[in-house]
């Protein structure tokens, strides 16, 4: 309570403290008239002063001088201070950029109620391997459990037509009726789907938009719920908006701009097998009963999963169970936790080596200015001034620019990431100023103070400014030109840009082997039947009419049916124990398709009528030679030694060259093919066609064919040129910001090596003079000042030649899209390096070589 | 504490306080006189004096220092304290 109403009365000081000052000068003035020797009662400036110290706030009428003064300091030197605060902003809005998305992906809680009671379910085999849960499954959990009161499923990505526009597909998100009201999401306007209205199957169909989808599409038109529009070319009703910047952390990580509800799945994409299909798979969430610990719950469903495997023993196996992984790590699986984890260490650590660098270079500068003024600094001190007062003087200075470069950081970051929300989550990022940014902002802001500030400062107050001013800084000068903090900084700059160049030389060349890949596609069309066989659809007698109807088209060279298109968005991954660390993309294939791809087919046959999925396989070359060492492995069983993720074992018929075609740029990937079959043209398949010349002038043709059989097929034909590209779109962005971050550095690396050359030339004019006058050579010399930033730059690159190693073999064994470190990526990356460093001393001190002696002598 | 045991007996100014000390003292604790405002700030800070300006007796405007209950408070604490650490040092150097 002292301690409390001591701080008010201090307040009450601060507020009212002109009036109290001139009230004590009174007091002293009145009692100096009393005494007859005023002489006595000392001197009343510094009485006053003491008295006004015991208030507290003398400190920070102190610190508003500093800053004043750092200000008027600062604004003399527009060129420096604008310098600086490019930098610091760029980086702090870096650091903070990347840490909004780890706190909104990882750290931040889900933004749901009751987050503790939800679990998501994965299957799990015992083999090592986790399933996600066929639609028919999770219905069979949610009637057949007394331990979860609420089982909600959902499915991501699956697209729709929006209002009868067939030029372009919009990203969907099923979901149970009772996801939003179960979750308590509620609407901004209109209502979320309720279990009671929209969880039968005869329900009025629904949909419910996202706020950025009805900004940006709609136009914010305020008559929008209950307006009527067309969803795959069928009427529904918009029953809700979403409120803005809604992300609970359980919606898609991609632009998923409406929900429609799960149990209208045969509504809105008729003929899909979702609701039967015990292959497929949606994800499954559940809340779980108070008090109930996740061992419990698993022990408990061990049951219905038993019973699922005697029901079903084609799709369970005996000793499954269902795995409840809990929300507080966002449903993460243990197994993939040291990967996560990999990720975030790996992208805060570029982040900071950005940050390193240029706060190295900050450093140097203010280093650098320091020196300069040190004759100033020598005349403060002589007046009086404090080492401390001196001190705060530079501190001052790097205090300003660190705050303003945070505060502009956190600018920059909200702009960015404003403007990067809808392709990152589908909607514009809501920066959440909560204890976390502030903290990080905070934390990253005092690193570059302390960086910036205080290291440079510490150094210049360690000499013995006093003595500098008898002979004019010189021997003061002299000293801190060679001091070590000046080497270690060049060293970091230049060890952070070797690091990054290499990572972004890296990421370059791996998109230069992604814009090769193993498949042709220049000339290929790609129909997408994106809604599936209505019952009264034959999906074979449709097939086999648009095969023949597009095969007549003139401009026709060849065509295939597959489950999936090359280079097209989604494929089936396997993993197999025989192949660790190797996804494996799975695709059916007509026999064909390598032809018409212009795959190689290094040994055995292709597909024929005799072979079907279950008894046949062509592998490809990475996959043959990943599992068995070798390409000649024809009537060989596969898998090997286990079975394949779908339990079967097959034959090899054939090898086939690396296609790359779904992961491009992955150097983990291989593929696998099997043979179409008609169950596949019932659930989902695309049409592939080779045109002549151009396939631009094939797609109306195509489409045309299609609603020619079926008008109410709707399908959508493109280009597979443009698959290549949105997937290239990707990793070029990746690839250009580590470049960029790349080159800023050296950049950043260049300009530190260059001016401390001419810093350091420039100081030693009169040496350098004096030692040419006495007949020095100019060579000798000019190797003598080089030596002085060339060696610590030289440490640098060693280093981050060293930490670059490490780093790609770290990012190669976890997965990351990185290409392998090989010996022309090293030198010219470290021919670069040493080319520019190079370049940057020697312009400095061939000019302080060239200077005029005699003059230069005079002058000094 | 002598400016606090000074005020427990009345409120004074300034000048007075420094009179009474340097009186009851015999001219023993001379100090300069301002040293005794930073001390007064400080007792005012810690709610220990209250002061109000009062037209003294010979037609000045001065400022009375009053001792509040906390201040009565502190001054008992820092007598007891004082006699006891007085009466350890008087014991020590008789028995050493």
């Excluded at chain 1, 066929?134 to 069979?140: C, I, K, L, T, V």
């Excluded at chain 1, 938009?209 to 929008?224: A, G």
């Excluded at chain 1, 991609?254 to 509504?267: A, G, K, R, T, W």
């Excluded at chain 1, 008008?711 to 070029?732: G, I, P, Q, Y």
């Amino acid at each position: 309570m002292g301690f409390f109403s001591e701080y008010l009365r201090r307040l009450w000081y601060l507020i009212n403290r002109r009036r109290l000052e001139r009230e004590l000068q009174r007091e002293m003035e009145t009692h100096r008239e009393m005494m007859g020797e005023p002489r006595r009662f000392g001197n009343v400036l510094r009485l006053r002063e003491e008295s006004r110290d015991v208030w507290g706030w003398n400190r920070v009428d102190d610190v508003c001088r500093d800053l004043k003064f750092a200000f008027r300091s600062l604004s003399h030197s527009p060129g420096f201070t604008a310098g600086a605060l490019l930098v610091l902003t760029s980086v702090i809005g870096l650091n903070l950029v990347l840490f909004q998305i780890y706190n909104l992906l990882v750290l931040k809680p889900l933004q749901v109620r009751d987050a503790q009671s939800i679990v998501e379910f994965v299957r799990e085999s015992g083999l090592g391997r986790k399933a996600p849960i066929p639609y028919p499954a999770a219905e069979y959990i949610r009637s057949h459990n007394n331990v979860l009161p609420a089982v909600l499923t959902t499915s991501r990505q699956r697209y729709v037509f929006w209002n009868g526009d067939f030029e372009k597909r919009w990203p969907a998100q099923l979901v149970s009726a009772n996801w939003f009201e179960e979750l308590g999401i509620g609407a901004a306007a209109g209502r979320v789907f309720r279990e009671s209205v929209d969880g039968e199957v005869n329900a009025a169909p629904a949909v419910i938009l996202t706020h950025y989808f009805w900004v940006s599409q709609l136009n914010s038109d305020p008559n929008t719920i209950g307006t009527t529009i067309r969803i795959n070319d069928r009427p529904a009703t918009i029953v809700g908006i979403l409120p803005e910047n809604q992300y609970s952390g359980l919606e898609f990580i991609s632009e998923s701009p409406m929900f429609l509800p799960m149990e209208q799945v045969d509504y809105f994409f008729p003929g899909t097998t979702l609701k039967t299909d015990w292959k497929g798979y949606v994800d499954t969430y559940a809340r779980v009963k108070p008090g109930m610990s996740l061992v419990a719950v698993r022990e408990s469903l061990r049951t219905v999963v038993a019973e699922l495997a005697l029901q079903r023993p084609a799709d369970f196996n005996k000793g499954e169970w269902l795995e409840p992984l809990p929300s507080s790590t966002h449903f993460e699986d243990p197994d993939d936790r040291p990967q996560r984890l990999f990720t975030a260490i790996g992208f805060g650590f570029l982040a900071l080596l950005v940050l390193a660098v240029a706060c190295a270079n900050l450093s140097n500068f203010i280093l650098s200015r320091g020196i300069g003024r040190l004759r100033e600094l020598n005349i403060r001190m002589a007046l009086g001034a404090s080492r401390w007062r001196v001190m705060r003087l530079l501190i001052a200075e790097s205090v300003l620019l660190a705050g303003t470069g945070a505060a502009a950081g956190v600018i920059l970051a909200s702009v960015v990431l404003h403007q990067t929300g809808p392709f990152l989550i589908g909607m514009p990022f809501a920066v959440g100023v909560d204890w976390r940014t502030v903290l990080s902002a905070l934390c990253i802001a005092a690193a570059a103070v302390f960086a910036v500030g205080l290291l440079p400062t510490w150094t210049i107050s360690r000499r013995d400014l006093g003595s500098g001013i008898k002979d004019g800084g010189y021997s003061v000068t002299a000293s801190l030109t060679r001091t070590r903090l000046r080497s270690i900084l060049t060293a970091v700059q230049v060890g952070g840009s070797f690091v990054l160049l290499l990572l972004a030389a890296l990421t370059a060349r791996n998109l230069y082997h992604a814009l090769s890949p193993g498949v042709d596609f220049k000339k290929v069309a790609v129909l997408n039947v994106p809604v599936l066989f209505d019952k009264n659809i034959d999906a074979s007698s449709y097939w086999s009419g648009l095969r023949r109807s597009v095969a007549s088209l003139a401009e026709t060279e060849d065509l295939a049916i597959v489950q999936y298109a090359p280079l097209g968005t989604v494929m089936t991954v396997w993993q197999e124990p025989d192949a660790p660390g190797l996804s494996i993309n799975a695709n059916k294939i007509e026999p064909q398709f390598f032809d018409l791809m212009r795959v190689p087919l290094i040994t055995g046959r292709t597909f024929d009528a005799s072979d079907t999925p279950d008894s046949s396989v062509i592998l490809s070359k990475r996959l043959a030679i990943a599992v068995y060492g070798t390409v000649d492995v024809l009537g060989k069983r596969f898998p090997r030694t286990s079975r394949s993720t779908d339990n079967r074992i097959r034959t090899i018929v054939g090898i086939v060259d690396d296609a790359h075609s779904a992961q491009f740029d992955a150097p983990n990937a291989a593929e696998l093919y099997l043979p179409m079959d008609a169950a596949q043209l019932r659930r989902s398949a695309v049409m592939i066609v080779r045109a002549r010349t151009d396939p631009r002038l094939l797609l109306a043709p195509m489409r045309d064919a299609s609603r020619a059989i079926d008008s109410r097929l709707l399908v959508e034909a493109h280009l597979m040129s443009r698959d290549f590209e949105t997937k290239l779109r990707d990793r070029a962005v990746m690839s250009s910001v580590v470049a960029a971050l790349g080159s800023m550095t050296l950049l950043l690396a260049c300009i530190g090596v260059f001016g401390v050359i001419s810093y350091s030339s420039s100081l030693r004019r009169k040496e350098i003079s004096i030692r040419l006058a006495l007949g020095a050579n100019r060579r000798s010399l000019l190797v003598l000042l080089m030596k002085q930033s060339l060696g610590p730059a030289a440490v640098g690159g060693a280093g981050g030649l060293i930490i670059g190693l490490a780093s790609s073999q770290i990012l190669q064994s976890h997965r990351v899209y990185v290409g392998s470190l090989d010996a022309p990526v090293l030198i010219s990356v470290a021919a670069v390096v040493a080319i520019t460093c190079v370049c940057a001393a020697l312009h400095p001190a061939s000019r302080a070589l060239r200077a005029d002696i005699a003059q230069t002598l005079r002058d000094e | 504490m002598l400016i606090l045991r000074v005020l427990s007996v009345q409120p004074l100014h300034g000048y007075a306080i420094a009179q009474k000390i340097h009186l009851l003292s015999g001219d023993e604790l001379s100090v300069e006189e301002g040293s005794l405002y930073p001390a007064l700030q400080k007792l005012l800070l810690k709610g220990w004096v209250k002061a109000d300006w009062l037209v003294s007796e010979n037609g000045r405007n001065v400022r009375e220092y009053r001792i509040t209950a906390a201040g009565k408070k502190q001054l008992e604490q820092e007598l007891s304290e004082y006699r006891r650490m007085s009466k350890a040092i008087e014991t020590l150097l008789n028995n050493a």
